[in-house]
């Protein structure tokens, strides 16, 4: 009779651990359902229905550490007595862990003061933090392209009606241009005569440079490619700018390996795009500073960094810098163009181009170039 009884207590205290761990998964499946909340949210909410399930409720605190970051149950103390972990392994990776502990002493089970049962759920539990965490980033980088891809949407539009406008102005300024060299060339002009020509001609030639660069940006003209050193090219960008960096107060660090292989590239676009970025970074430093130029070789592609310790940009200016005629320069010192040529160029050689930035720390372009030969994009 004693026996049965003792079977009988035992089956209902295997059933009332079983119902625990059901409820902490349910509640675990539910928190995972809620669409509108943050990763940082979820792990908050997992981490709190974890001590439920565990055999001393009351006692059980929690916590899972993710990439350095910690989620924990309002109890959670570092000095326990007993703890038990299960990996979060993301992508093959360990990214973290789930960990239930308890603080005071308890008398020793299957493994330590846990049940056999416990080690099994924490390591459900880990695995079902990892699908969570996956499924919500992939949720994530899938929002991130989209925008990218609104963005390229954007740019190339802008592209094609900037390319309408450079062809339309173009045949109008070659005539401007034709006609002020003829009036250039008559004898006996009068001296202010001949002054307003050389103003005519100076400024539609400004006017065909801004041309060229639009067309540039809408990558009407293609690359001439052929086998490049980028070391050598940012060192020949370099020996333009070298002066005045110096006389900016702005000290040069290049990290240009050896090894770096050749790439099929238009040299002259390459160089106005280190030009370009060179001279940004320059302006953005009027009390001097650290440019630092990098190139580094990649598997099938290298790469070119080039930070400086500027002013930064905020968000929002982050957002217009490929839009033609973004600028926040006075007349004279930019035209807004830099940056959207840069981007046309690079994509004409099937690379990319992206720029992170602190206002007040400073900024970095990352170029990233493909080694073999590409068909442009
Ligand atoms: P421009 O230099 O003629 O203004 P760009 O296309 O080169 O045109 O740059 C657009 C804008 O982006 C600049 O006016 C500036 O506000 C911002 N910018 C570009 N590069 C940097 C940088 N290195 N640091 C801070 N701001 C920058
Ligand atoms: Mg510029």
């Not at 070298?242 to 006389?247: G, K, T």
Request: net charge positive.
């Amino acid at each position: 009779m004693e026996s049965s009884g003792c079977l009988n207590e035992r089956a209902q205290f295997d059933l009332l651990e079983r119902v625990k761990e059901l409820s902490c998964l349910y509640g675990i499946a539910r928190i995972a359902a809620e669409t509108n909340l943050s990763i940082d949210m979820v792990l908050d909410g997992i981490v709190e229905v974890l001590p439920a399930a565990w055999l001393d409720p009351g006692l059980a605190c929690a916590r899972i550490v993710l990439d350095g970051r910690s989620y924990l149950t309002s109890n959670y103390t570092r000095r326990v007595k007993h703890r038990q972990r299960a990996p979060i392994v993301i992508d093959g990776r360990k990214r973290g862990y789930v960990e239930v502990a308890y603080p005071e002493e308890k008398p020793g089970r299957d493994e330590g003061p846990f049940l056999k049962e416990e080690r099994a759920l924490i390591d459900t539990v880990a695995r079902e933090v990892a699908v969570i965490i996956m499924r919500r980033e992939a949720e994530q980088d899938k929002v991130k392209l989209e925008e990218q891809l609104r963005h390229a949407d954007r740019l190339a539009t802008i592209g094609q009606l900037a390319a309408g406008v450079a062809h339309e102005l173009n045949e109008p300024l070659g005539h401007i241009l034709g006609f002020a060299q003829l009036v250039q060339k008559c004898p006996d002009l009068p001296v202010q005569a001949k002054a307003d020509v050389d103003r005519i001609l100076s400024t539609s030639l400004y006017a065909r440079e801004i041309v060229k660069k639009l067309l540039m940006f809408s990558r009407q003209i293609s690359p001439q490619k052929t086998k490049v050193n980028l070391n050598h090219l940012v060192r020949n960008g370099l020996n333009l700018l070298e002066f005045r960096c110096a006389s900016d107060g702005i000290t040069v660090h290049c990290f240009l390996p050896s090894d770096l292989p050749e790439i099929d590239a238009d040299p002259s676009q390459l160089t106005q795009v280190f030009v370009n970025l060179i001279v940004n970074a320059i302006q953005a430093m009027p009390a001097g500073g650290t440019l630092t130029i990098r190139t580094l070789k990649g598997r099938g592609k290298v790469f070119l960094t080039i930070g400086d310790t500027g002013v930064g940009m905020d968000e929002e200016a982050l957002q217009k810098i490929f839009t033609p005629f973004f600028t926040t320069k006075d007349v004279g010192l930019g035209t807004g163009l830099g940056l959207p040529v840069a981007h046309g160029i690079i994509a004409a050689h099937g690379g990319s181009i992206k720029v992170e930035s602190k206002v007040g720390k400073g900024t970095t372009c990352r170029i990233q170039l493909p080694t073999k030969r590409n068909r442009p994009l």
